[in-house]
């Protein structure tokens, strides 16, 4: 392993030097540890000398502010980072790159090695050094969490290629931060705690789920997935399902996107923004239905049926719905005859009442009877630990649903939680 030889003043030369990875240090934490090392360059002086000190805090402060240990921070800016290698390897190899920005990138990563090297018992004894009063400095120290190529490389130079790959399969700044993101205010939001759910969690509609993840896995290999809407009764776990499947495959760079239905006119917008990525992306529509002349209804049209551009072959719309025809229809829109209605006004019903086939899937996810909803509670029971005996669980269950919402697998969650918190108090 490289050792730090080097002076705080040659380090801080090294980090100015940086041809495509200026950007790791322009954060909160990467500027207050050029601060510091700036100054720390400077002469004795009782005044500079406050000044390195109130540094070395800022330095200190910003890295307690996000839990992490130094060389954790440090890899994951680099993982993170969008700069002209990062972003041009997603969509060709290493050969096809121009020499000159590999060895630019081999050059970077050699001197972040560096930075990575510098332990914090290091940066604290070069603030004793500098200031001869002061006895001791406080270290930030904390287990490195990470256990990524950088973390187990001697020389990051031969890791390129690893590199390389990451940045293909999970992207970089945004996209590489957080699996799942919303659309708003006209652009991407990370969401910093999605939802946990797991498909595992998920029974009942077996024969639905097992459909969903053959396409999302033909989406995955790079194929041309279909288009998904997802209709049936309240609480059957229709969103669920789709929010499992990021749980599952988010580490093969799969992304989920929500946008809500009054976002849709931006959708054509939205989908030229991920379709040169590497990665793969389910646009995720809940409650979806739209009323009579709904230009969010024209924009979604666009995007499932393509335009004279191409289609996206990295990015799926998945809709949830509790309506099978998505676009309301009221007696008035039936035809009459009177001079003042359109001509061929049944084109016009049958356009309405088929957007839904413009889905490649429609995956009906009909109401749960009793049968279904006690597989369910047996199922969620059986994750949580709960040990009841399965004649008074299913006596709960069914009083549950009674009073309650009826039978779904939402029901059976809300049940499942409730009484497993009831239980933990009572010491049960």
């Known amino acids: 392993m490289n050792q730090i030889t080097s002076s705080h003043q040659s380090l801080y030369s090294q980090i100015s030097s940086l041809l495509l990875y200026q950007s790791v240090f322009e954060n909160e934490v990467g500027e207050a540890f050029l601060n510091l090392l700036d100054s720390l360059s400077y002469p004795e002086d009782d005044h500079l000398n406050l000044d390195c000190l109130i540094a070395y805090g800022e330095w200190f402060n910003a890295l307690a502010n996000h839990q992490k240990s130094w060389q954790d921070y440090l890899t994951t800016e680099i993982l993170l980072n969008t700069n002209p290698f990062s972003e041009q390897i997603q969509s060709v190899t290493l050969k096809e790159l121009p020499n000159s920005l590999i060895e630019a990138t081999k050059h970077d990563l050699t001197i972040l090695q560096t930075v990575y090297h510098c332990q ?11 200031i001869k009063t002061y006895s001791s400095a406080l270290v930030w120290e904390l287990e490195n969490k990470d256990n990524t190529f950088l973390h187990k490389s001697d020389n990051w130079e031969e890791v390129i290629e690893d590199l390389a790959n990451y940045y293909r399969q999970q992207g970089t700044g945004i996209f590489a ?5 919303k ?23 077996e024969e639905q789920k097992a459909t969903l993840i053959k396409n999302t896995e033909i989406l995955l290999a790079g194929y041309q997935a279909l288009h998904v809407l997802l209709y049936g009764s309240r609480g059957s776990g229709k969103s669920s399902l789709v929010k499992g499947l990021l749980n599952q495959y988010s580490n093969q760079g799969l992304r989920l996107i929500e946008v809500s ?22 646009i995720f529509v809940d409650d979806l239905s739209f009323e009579e002349d709904d230009d969010a209804f024209k924009s979604l049209k666009v995007v499932l049926e ?21 676009i309301k229809e009221y007696f008035g829109d039936r035809p009459q005859l009177s001079e003042a209605d359109e001509v061929h006004a049944w084109d016009t019903v049958q356009e309405k009442l088929s957007f839904s086939d413009r889905f490649g899937l429609t995956l009906t996810f009909e109401p749960a009877n009793q049968d279904k909803y006690l597989t369910i509670v047996h199922h969620l029971a059986q994750q949580a630990g709960l040990n009841l005996p399965q004649e008074e669980l299913d006596f709960k269950a069914k009083q549950w649903a009674t009073k309650h919402n009826g039978r779904s697998g939402r029901t059976a969650r809300q049940f499942i939680d409730f009484l497993q918190g009831q239980l933990a108090i009572s010491g049960l």
């Open 306 to 326: 393509g335009s004279i551009t191409a289609k996206a072959q990295n990015v799926v719309v998945y809709a949830t719905s509790n309506r099978r025809h998505l």
């Open 183 to 205: 659309w708003y205010d006209d652009q991407l939001i990370g969401i910093t705690n999605p939802d946990p759910i797991e498909l595992s969690e998920i029974v009942g509609y």
């Open 177 to 181: 931060q957080y699996q799942a993101l």
């Open 261 to 282: 239905k009054s976002q849709l006119k931006d959708l054509p917008f939205i989908v030229d923004k991920l379709r040169n990525m590497s990665q793969k992306f389910i």
């Open 120 to 130: 914090p018992q290091q940066i604290a004894q070069w603030l004793q050094d500098t």
